[in-house]
């Protein structure tokens, strides 16, 4: 029987592999720029941690975990988020007690048991940033300016921002009555996990997925109107800071995030190219999130992006440049007597930082210039019988197709010649 990777799941096979490096080099560049520091997490956390820092009534943890019992009976999941293992982290070692704001950015694959369909996976792939220790909107204003300059260092400019504000544990205190008084004479026509959660958290109901809660909740009032004046004075701050910075957003009411822990500032990036899922990546503030898990009371803001959303919108460029995976130099051995020796030139070369290969296959002298050629050298070595006797090699460019005998101790200064 044939073994397939398991649904919902793909290689990354070379050239694709060169888009991820690129992407992943572009985020740890524009981290280090802003003062972000790389944190790695285990792949799988005990179940509980998602529960709590996911939230136990989301549709992550209810449906789509990855969850089993390892060998001594505990209950593990393959994480199907970043932000819960990084509060964990923070939490565990008491990071907290340091040097703060505490500010990480992580890239790697998360797990959900999703139904797989265009552009979803099962085993998918995220990068994203969270701080801690500071309430700052500048910071929440910061955060987004990091995102927007990852995809701008991409050449994805063509994002929308959208942004809101979900205000604190005080504002939706008044506003949670009204939501209710205005789902409870439509009540009927919600989902059932609506239904059921309605009165206890009626911003669940916002953000549910389904599409006639949506329709059945329409004109229903908005957050943004039930803002306290501290939530109202730091959205402002953090919208005249973007604006500022030339950042232009969108208020999005429909914006929302149901669970508790989150907090003022919101927000999502959409890249319309990439056809209706649109939506690349998001975060927002989750102040109540540390306290949540277990930790003390710190503020924290995150995001996080979609890889495999990333690589759709960089397709989607017209102007994409196709990665380079051309080689610099094939050393063409003519005699397999000198196989050896060829050893010590190949290492010679790469030791001087020059990309170059050989075959392999015993080919022939026209088969290893063809090979050369589907490899895409730029330059070809000929060692054979006569070169080796005359301790010289022959050098072959093969964009002029000029051809020049280049004594041993010369080879790497003419090769640097050609190529640069
Ligand atoms: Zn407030
Ligand atoms: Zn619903």
Avoid at 182 to 208: A, F, G
Avoid at 302 to 315: H, K, P, S, Y
């Amino acid at each position: 029987m044939q073994v397939k990777a398991p649904r919902g799941t793909y290689d990354v096979l070379p050239p694709d592999s060169q888009k991820w490096q690129y992407i992943e080099q572009v985020i740890q560049e524009t981290a280090r720029l802003f003062g972000y520091s790389e944190i790695r997490t285990p792949i799988f956390e005990h179940t509980e941690l998602f529960e709590r820092g996911v939230g136990e009534t989301t549709d992550i943890v209810t449906k789509e975990m990855y969850t089993f019992q390892d060998k001594s009976n505990r209950s593990l999941t393959l994480r199907p988020e970043g932000t819960a293992s990084c509060v964990r982290a923070l939490i565990e070692h008491s990071v907290y007690g340091g040097l703060m704001p505490v500010k990480w950015y992580y890239s790697g694959p998360m797990f959900r048991y999703d139904r797989p369909q265009t552009g979803r996976f099962r085993q998918f792939h995220q990068s994203g940033a969270e701080v801690f220790g500071s309430n700052s909107p500048y910071l929440d204003a910061e955060v987004i300016m990091f995102l927007v300059q990852i995809l701008s260092n991409l050449g994805l400019r063509d994002y929308e921002l959208h942004l809101n504000s979900v205000g604190c544990p005080l504002c939706r205190e008044s506003y949670r009555q009204k939501l209710i008084d205005h789902i409870s004479p439509v009540k009927e026509k919600l989902c059932i996990d609506c239904q059921s959660r309605y009165e206890k958290n009626p911003l669940r109901v916002l953000d549910c997925k389904v599409e006639s809660c949506h329709q059945a909740i329409a004109g229903f009032p908005y957050i943004y109107d039930s803002l306290c004046d501290d939530c109202q004075e730091h959205y402002i701050l953090v919208k005249a800071t973007l604006e500022d910075s030339g950042i232009n957003y969108l208020h999005d009411n429909n914006l929302v995030r149901g669970l508790d822990y989150y907090t003022n500032t919101a927000f999502e990036i959409h890249i319309p190219s990439i056809g209706a899922q649109s939506a690349v990546g998001g975060g927002g503030r989750y102040n109540g999130l540390v306290k949540a898990c277990g930790g003390p009371d710190i503020p924290g803001i995150g995001f996080a992006l979609g890889m495999e959303r990333l690589l759709l919108a960089l397709d989607s460029l017209p102007d994409r440049e196709e990665p380079n995976s051309k080689l610099d130099v094939f050393l063409a051995v003519l005699d397999e007597k000198y196989d050896n020796q060829a050893m010590q030139v190949l290492d010679r070369l790469r030791k001087a930082k020059i990309m170059v290969d050989r075959d392999y296959t015993g080919r022939s002298m026209k088969a290893q210039m063809k090979y050369a050629d589907k490899l895409g050298a730029r330059i070809v070595i000929l060692m054979g019988e006569d070169e080796v006797n005359r301790g010289c090699f022959t050098v072959r460019n093969m964009s002029s197709r000029e051809q020049l005998e280049v004594q041993t101790e010369q080879l790497i200064p003419a090769i640097i010649d050609i190529l640069t």
